[in-house]
DNA sequence: TACGTGGCGGTAT
DNA sequence: AATACCGCCACGT
């Protein structure tokens, strides 16, 4: 179950489509262990195939071989931490299509709207 | 809104 | 086996 954990995450991260962002926690939370958000970023940090360090220039061809870690932020809509340094993972958002409202994610740009209303 | 604080769980050593 | 390490979070000022 536990090592699965990493490999649920990363599966998952997988998922979230370009142009959206999901928080740690609710990430753990969708993989039923609710209260596992730093362990998330945990994980994420040790990633072995972060999307900034992608073999391909392509984004294309980014978008398969590596985890988009880029794509999780925290529960505040900031953006939390990123190996590649915060500007790179602004960057890379906002090439993607995020919208920002100031130093944080806008709303609308968070995937899964059935955390918030 | 911004900051400090305590607690949390999976991984790494 | 035990403990340290964190890309966090909810909550209270």
């Known amino acids: 179950m ?3 954990f990493t ?4 599966d998952y ?30 994980i994420l940090k040790r990633n072995p195939n972060p999307f900034y360090k992608a073999k391909s220039n392509s984004l294309k061809a980014k978008r398969q071989a590596a985890v988009p870690c880029h794509r999780v932020v925290r529960a505040d809509l900031t953006l939390g931490g990123y ?9 890379l958002l906002q090439r993607e299509g995020v919208k920002m409202d100031g130093n944080r994610v806008a709303r609308q740009s968070v995937h899964n709207p059935l955390s918030r209303i």
């Open 2 to 4: 536990a090592e699965q």
């Open 13 to 42: 991260v997988a998922k979230i489509p370009a142009g959206k962002v999901m928080t740690y926690g609710s990430i753990a939370k969708a993989l039923g262990r609710p209260m596992a958000a730093r362990s998330v970023g945990n």
């Open 7 to 10: 490999k649920q995450v990363y």
């Open 83 to 91: 190996s590649g340094g915060a500007n790179t993972k602004r960057n």
